[in-house]
């Protein structure tokens, strides 16, 4: 009886204590964007490509895109927004800069994002590929004062 309890409890203990986690996945595979219209595929993770409009250069992006990066609570610039002033000073991002509503020929309403803003958004999408922690409460205090 007692050599039973004993190896119950030992038991017990080190199946509890050895808890199996399992590695980070990280895709190679740009991830399905459900908002990308069907005329341009889905494997493109919200961003469509280039397009001349009116002149300029703009990249094109989804609405789920726009708002992974506009969100005020998840979105990739309240995240980051005050790490990335310190690596781009006299650069402050606010949601919605740079982009313009833009119908394509199909009829699609997406976004145009001007080449300086989008270049400003790959670096954010790197940093959260990257894993990068976000902008701590800690940075965020002292940025409030």
């Known amino acids: ?85 310190s690596a781009h000073p006299g650069v402050w991002l606010m949601p919605n800069d740079g982009l313009i509503p833009w119908i394509d020929p199909y009829g699609n309403h997406l976004w145009a994002v001007d080449l300086t803003m989008l270049g400003y958004y790959m670096n954010l999408e790197q940093w959260k590929r990257d894993q990068k922690p976000g902008d701590s409460l800690w940075i965020k205090t002292l940025e409030a004062l």
């Not at 309890?5 to 399905?32: D, E």
């Open 1 to 85: 009886m007692n050599k039973l309890f004993l190896s119950l409890i030992l038991s017990i203990l080190c199946g509890c204590a050895s808890t199996i986690t399992p590695n980070h996945v990280v895709s190679n595979v740009a991830a399905i964007d459900t908002s990308t219209p069907s005329n341009y595929g889905l494997n493109d993770n919200g961003f469509i490509g280039y397009r001349q409009i009116d002149g300029k250069w703009y990249g094109i992006i989804t609405e789920n895109k726009r708002k992974e990066i506009n969100d005020p609570k998840s979105g990739l610039i309240a995240k980051y927004q005050i790490q990335f002033k």
